[in-house]
Nanobody
Framework: QVQLVESGGGWVQTGGSLRLSCAAA????????MGWCRQAPGKEREFVAV????????MYADSVKGRFSISRDNAENTVHLEMNSLKPNDSAVYYC????????????????WGQGTQVTVSS
């Protein structure tokens, strides 16, 4: 069983930055891919970023490539999402995700989800 708790969401102006963090508990954390998906009002939940259990593979949605960076620290059981050059279209609830399969997170079908943290980007 994996338990996830997000933090770091908030309000920021266009062009600003935020760092989201996800604290994980569970003996399988280090063997799970970890990532982030987001959901805006009226839209489906969409993939944002994912990192493999070893940290050797990272993937990003085209909409955030070059602006967002994902990292993990297995010793601390944490995963982070550094978000730069934020745009109003980035406004959404961001959910931490964990799954044994990277593809599950990329397809927004992760086996485990956090509660979500709100990110609001103003123009």
């Amino acid at each position: 069983q994996v338990q996830l708790v997000e933090s770091g969401g908030g309000w920021v102006q266009t062009g600003g930055s935020l760092r989201l963090s996800c604290a994980a508990a569970g003996r399988t954390f280090s063997t799970y891919a970890m990532g982030w998906c987001r959901q805006a009002p009226g839209k489906e939940r969409e993939f944002v970023a994912v990192i493999s259990w070893s940290g050797g593979v990272a993937m990003y949605a085209d909409s955030v490539k070059g602006r967002f960076s994902i990292s993990r620290d297995n010793a601390e059981n944490t995963v982070h999402l550094e978000m730069n050059s934020l745009k109003p279209n980035d406004s959404a609830v961001y959910y931490c995700a964990a799954d044994a399969r990277i593809g599950a997170i990329v397809s927004s079908r992760s086996g485990y989800w956090g509660q979500g943290t709100q990110v609001t980007v103003s123009s």
